[in-house]
């Protein structure tokens, strides 16, 4: 230790040599990610009869390392809608201390309305919007489940690039690929959406991570589902992946050292 | 813009009618944006069977000729006239031989099978794979322009007259959306004992 | 160094500083993030004597993948409500769905303006030349759109303004845009325009006498229109799903849609 405040708490420049003031200087621009760090997987979601079916898993990895693996990516809003968030996680609990101070907010409001599904995704999508345009974006896909201002069931996307979409059924990442086409087996269109009971819907959605599960090394088998309707919102946390079959996993071939 | 296929620009276009079969080609020859000639036909005839090459120029000369020496090898062996069907393969197997190092060209094959009367028409990627088509066929810079002018224009069973209309004006209206093609046109249509070669002028700009 | 260091933010040597900092060092970097994206589609529009037509495939895809099959990319711009009933013009967009939408709002909010303040709907050639000053605003970050405007002129007659991404901007009989413009425009060209068209033995080459311009009525525009979308649809991939037309006469706007297949 030196007398000189500058030098405490960093390394020794007798043993470590001198040290690189360049970055320590302010006079740059500012930085913004360019990529993102700890990241959360596919999210999934389904429209049914009454509302909205949502999961994600409870995994949050950096890079290809399982880092967290008791992150919840759904978050309620204002007990009317969740938000499931895909991509970086700082970013998403960013947007989750914003949702939350919006939350706050609105409830001082005196008229007693409240942000639907719809409301959420339209400032969600403007947020991530403006962030890109400014050339820092929050790394996140995420999905938009409760119901739009007429009771009905809402599902939507919102991205990065503040690209915007609705579908009776929506999976981000990797569930696009997976699970997506599952989901559409069960809900083509609208039509047959608003005929789905909740059973079915949740049947679909767990069938579809547990595919997530088998395929996507980036996913663990503990997850969140959340059902929400106008009754509110049963969200739960600590769902584990039932009847896992790996009997499928003898019968791949053509991966890995053994070719027959 | 430095794709060999879209230095020299060109389009080519076959379609199947009744009884009958069509194949078109424009005339330009370019350097990137500058005309060098309008008049580079690239359709090319072997007995019964055409052929319609698009891309690069210098591909486009040695690979006709190559055909031609090909072609009168076999007319050589045979004493008959190569079939449509053979010649296709004969186009695929030798662009195939030069997998690692491609003839930079879009061939369209187009003909009747004098034995049978069936009419016959495919293209080919520049490495040999063959696209059997039961509508039209289309290759070169104006490709995509093709595809529109081809899906919107072509029915089924048309007869010569109706065919050489319908192909000439697919051709003509795809080529004035690309900058790369144009400056006039060939356009053969094939009957069992009978070809008509028509030239059209088309815009010259 | 940087193979040594743990720090996967800096991709170079630790330090002791508990936090990363927030400053970039010394010379500038790349950026890597890429603020836009194609979601591909595309849209038609046709101007007639008394009347236009607007349509675009609702289908949006990112690369290979099928974001949603409706997603509409026209709207009515400028009605008094949000239901845009009493609307008089409409906007496609095509290209980077983010910017579209952008644009979309930020246009409609204007023409609400100016009908809240002037007592009366704004005219297309007024929108059209304040949405040329709207994109060209953005000319060193551009909205990735092809936008088109549509409606009736001051005499009635229809009208379609075509634009590029900053904002050149020309009024025209008809125009394609997006994905698939190079397949649909050569056979409008052919079928509005009746380009290449001549009459029979009136002449030799270029003395041919032109077939005569006659303007196309609403039935055969819309069935025009519908055979330039099944022709797309069936040679581009990111074309499909559903089609979105809106007409316009005098009687307002009359919202259509049709599917399209869904492969």
Redesign the interface.
């Known amino acids: 230790m030196n007398h000189l405040p500058q030098a405490w708490?960093?390394?020794r420049d007798d043993v470590y040599g001198p040290?690189?003031g360049?970055?320590?200087?302010?006079?740059?621009?500012?930085?913004?990610?360019?990529?993102p760090?700890v990241t959360g997987t596919s999210v999934l979601a389904l429209k049914f009869k009454d509302g909205v079916v949502i999961a994600a898993d409870n995994l949050a990895s950096?890079?290809s390392l399982a880092r967290f693996t008791d992150v919840k990516r759904l978050r309620k809003f204002a007990e009317t809608s969740v938000v499931g968030f895909g991509g970086d996680v700082s970013d998403m609990q960013y947007l989750d201390r914003l949702l939350n101070s919006l939350d706050i907010e609105e409830a001082y409001g005196s008229t007693g309305h409240t942000l639907n599904a719809q409301n959420l995704h339209t400032y969600l999508?403007k947020v991530l919007?403006k962030r890109?345009?400014n050339?820092n974006?929050l790394w996140n896909q995420l999905l938009v489940a409760g119901l739009d201002g007429e009771g009905k069931p809402f599902l939507a996307?919102a991205d990065l690039?503040?690209?915007?979409?609705?579908?009776p059924s929506?999976a981000t990442g990797f569930g696009?690929?997976l699970a997506?086409p599952l989901l559409r087996k069960v809900a083509p269109?609208?039509e047959t959406a608003s005929k789905l009971s909740l059973e079915q819907a949740v049947e679909a959605v767990k069938a579809s991570m547990k595919v997530l599960f088998y395929r996507d090394a980036r996913s663990i088998d503990k997850y969140s589902i959340a059902v929400v309707t106008k009754e509110g919102i049963d969200l739960k946390q600590d769902e584990k992946l039932e009847n896992q079959s790996w009997a499928f996993a003898e019968q791949i071939r053509g991966y890995g050292t053994q070719v027959n | 813009m430095s794709s060999p296929f879209a230095i020299n620009g060109g389009a080519c276009v076959a379609m199947v009618g009744k009884d009958c079969v069509a194949i078109a080609c424009d005339l330009r020859l370019g350097l990137q944006a500058l005309t060098v000639s309008n008049n580079f036909p690239k359709i090319f005839s072997y007995g019964d069977v055409y052929l319609g090459l698009t891309g690069l120029a210098t591909d486009v000369s040695t690979v006709s000729d190559l055909f031609r020496y090909k072609v009168n090898m076999y007319r050589l062996r045979e004493e008959r006239n190569i079939a449509p069907s053979t010649m296709a393969n004969l186009v695929s197997s030798s662009l195939y031989e030069r997998r690692f190092g491609p003839y930079f060209v879009s061939p369209v094959v187009a003909g009747i099978d004098q034995k049978s009367g069936k009419p016959f028409i495919c293209g080919f990627d520049s490495i040999g794979c063959i696209d059997f088509a039961k509508d039209f066929i289309v290759s070169g810079t104006a490709s995509d322009q093709l595809f529109g002018t081809c899906e919107g224009l072509w029915e089924p069973d048309l007869g010569p007259e109706d065919l050489f209309e319908t192909i000439s004006q697919a051709l003509l209206n795809a080529v004035d959306r690309d900058a790369l093609s144009g400056w006039g046109a060939h356009v053969y249509i094939i009957e069992k004992d009978k070809t008509t070669k028509r030239l059209l002028k088309g815009r010259q700009d | 160094m940087t193979m040594f260091s743990q720090n996967p933010l800096m991709n170079g040597p630790n330090y002791s500083f508990s936090q990363t900092p927030t400053m970039a060092s010394g010379a500038n970097k790349e950026h890597s993030f890429y603020p836009y994206t194609d979601n591909g589609g595309s849209t038609l529009a046709i101007s007639g004597n008394d009347f236009m037509i607007m349509a675009g495939d609702t289908r949006s895809t990112s690369g290979y993948n099928i974001n949603t099959r409706y997603s509409p990319k026209v709207f009515k711009i400028g009605g008094t409500t949000s239901s845009q009933d009493d609307a008089t013009l409409v906007l496609s967009v095509v290209g980077f769905a983010a910017d579209g939408h952008a644009l979309k709002e930020k246009l409609d909010a204007i023409v609400k303006m100016y009908r809240y303040q002037h007592g009366k709907p704004m005219s297309v050639k007024a929108c059209a030349q304040r949405l040329s000053t709207i994109l060209y605003g953005k000319r060193f970050f551009p909205y990735y759109v092809t936008a088109i405007l549509g409606g009736l002129d001051e005499d009635g007659k229809g009208a379609v303004y075509s634009y590029d991404p900053v904002g050149s901007y020309e009024r025209e009989q008809c125009r394609a845009a997006g994905a698939a413009a190079s397949l649909i425009m050569p056979f409008l060209d052919n079928q509005v325009n009746f380009k290449n068209q001549y009459i029979p033995g009136s002449g030799e080459g270029h003395a041919l006498v032109e077939r005569a311009k006659d303007p196309l009525p609403l039935v055969v525009v819309e069935a025009l229109v519908k055979d330039a979308f099944d022709s797309a649809v069936e040679r581009h991939i990111e074309v499909g799903d559903g089609l979105s037309m809106m007409l316009i006469t005098k009687n307002g706007i009359e919202e259509k849609f049709l599917p399209l297949k869904k492969d």
């Open positions: 708490g960093r390394p040290y690189d360049s970055y320590l200087q302010n006079d740059g621009p500012n930085q913004h990610s360019q990529s760090i950096y890079g999508a919007y890109r345009s050339f974006p996307s690039l503040g690209t915007t979409f609705s579908s929506l696009a690929h997506q269109d609208e």
